[in-house]
C-alpha cells in the first residue's frame, strides 16, 4: 500500500518523472519556447497514462491538498524562520541527510548532486551567482527533515486562489480539492488581479518559496527568480499564467528558463571531488551570505 505523506520511493523520482515529460533537447533544436505552434500531435505523449502509480499518488495527494488556505497556514508555520539557525555548508550537511536507499546505482549524495549542478553551470561560464543558485537551489528540501510530507516539499508549482491551468500535470485530481467549492477561486483571475506580479501571488506551497525567504536578502534578484520559480513548469514551459505577471517577471522568467536545464539535466553518476571544489565554493558563499542564516 502507498504511503499518502510520503508516495515516491525518493524525491528523485517526481524528478525523473519530469525529465520524460521535458527531455533534454539535442543541440540542433531551435532554442525553448513555451508554446511550439510546429509541434506534431505525434510528438504529444500521455505522460499520466505512463506514470508510475507512486508518481500518480503523489500528483493525487498534492493536488488534493494544496489549497489556498493549507498555503497560507504553511506561510505562517515557516516564513517567522524560527526552525534554526545554520550557515550554507551545515544546510547542506543536514540535506545530506535525506538518504535515498531505493536506488543500487549510485552512492552520490543530495550533495553530489548540487555540486553536479553548480560545476556544469561553472563550466558554462555564468556568473558567480548563477553558480551559486546552482549550489544552493534544493536545499529548501530540508522542509522533509522537518516531517513535512513530500508532497508539500516538492512537485510542479502552480497559483492557488485562482482557477487552475489545464497544462498542469494530472489536472483531474484537483476535483478532490476544496477550494474547487469556493466560486471565489475558480475564475481565471480568482483573487487576483491582472497584471498583478508574481511576488502578489500565492503559490502552492513547497521547498522553492522557503528558499526564497531564506535567501531573498542575499541574492541577485535573477537568482531569486531561479529559486522561487524553478517549479513552476505550468509557467515557465508551458506559457501559462502570463496574465498574471508584470512586465518584470516576464524579463526575469528568462533567467529561470535559462537554469531549468542545469536544474534537470546535469546529474551524472561521476562523484565530485569536494575536498578539491570546497575552497572556491568557500569564497563563492562568502561572498554573498553572512556566517549564518534562519531557516
Known amino acids: 500500500m502507498i504511503d499518502a505523506n510520503k508516495p515516491l520511493a525518493d524525491l528523485e523520482e517526481w524528478e525523473d518523472f ?3 515529460r521535458y527531455p533534454e533537447p539535442n543541440g540542433e533544436q531551435k532554442p525553448f519556447q513555451a508554446v511550439d505552434p510546429e ?3 505525434e510528438q504529444f505523449r500521455n505522460y499520466e497514462a505512463d506514470a508510475r502509480p507512486t508518481v500518480r499518488e503523489f500528483y493525487k495527494q498534492n493536488h ?3 489549497t489556498y488556505d493549507f498555503v497560507q497556514s504553511k506561510r505562517k508555520d515557516f516564513l517567522a524562520l524560527k526552525r534554526r539557525e545554520m550557515n550554507i555548508w551545515e544546510a547542506l550537511e543536514y540535506l545530506n541527510t535525506l538518504v535515498d536507499d531505493s536506488d543500487p546505482d549510485t552512492d552520490l549524495s543530495q550533495l553530489d548532486h548540487l555540486l553536479q549542478t553548480a560545476e556544469q553551470i561553472r563550466q558554462d561560464g555564468h556568473p558567480n551567482w548563477f553558480i551559486l543558485t546552482g549550489l544552493i537551489h534544493d536545499l529548501g528540501k530540508i522542509l522533509c527533515l522537518y516531517g513535512e510530507p513530500q508532497w508539500a516539499v516538492v ?3 502552480f497559483p492557488v486562489g485562482c482557477g ?6 494530472f489536472h483531474k485530481f484537483f476535483e478532490l480539492n476544496s477550494d474547487r467549492n469556493q466560486p471565489g477561486f475558480q475564475s481565471r ?3 487576483y488581479e491582472k497584471g498583478c506580479g508574481l511576488d502578489k501571488v500565492n503559490m502552492s506551497w513547497g521547498h522553492d518559496e522557503y528558499l526564497y525567504h531564506v535567501t ?6 535573477e537568482a531569486l527568480y531561479m529559486i522561487r520559480y524553478h517549479s513552476f513548469y505550468p509557467a515557465h514551459r508551458d506559457g501559462e499564467y502570463d496574465y498574471l505577471m508584470n512586465e518584470e517577471d516576464r524579463k526575469m522568467f528568462q533567467w529561470v528558463r535559462a537554469f531549468n536545464p542545469y536544474d534537470l539535466y546535469t546529474k551524472s553518476h561521476k562523484k565530485p571531488d569536494l575536498k578539491e571544489l570546497k575552497p ?3 569564497d563563492l558563499i562568502n561572498q554573498y551570505f553572512p556566517k549564518t542564516l534562519r531557516w
Open 64 to 66: 488534493s491538498h494544496q
Open 189 to 191: 483571475l480568482g483573487v
Open 164 to 169: 487552475w491551468s489545464e497544462k498542469i500535470v
Open 18 to 20: 519530469l525529465k520524460e
Open 280 to 282: 572556491f565554493y568557500d
Open 39 to 41: 509541434k506534431k500531435k
Open 155 to 157: 512537485g510542479d508549482t
Open 216 to 221: 531573498k536578502d542575499y541574492l541577485p534578484k
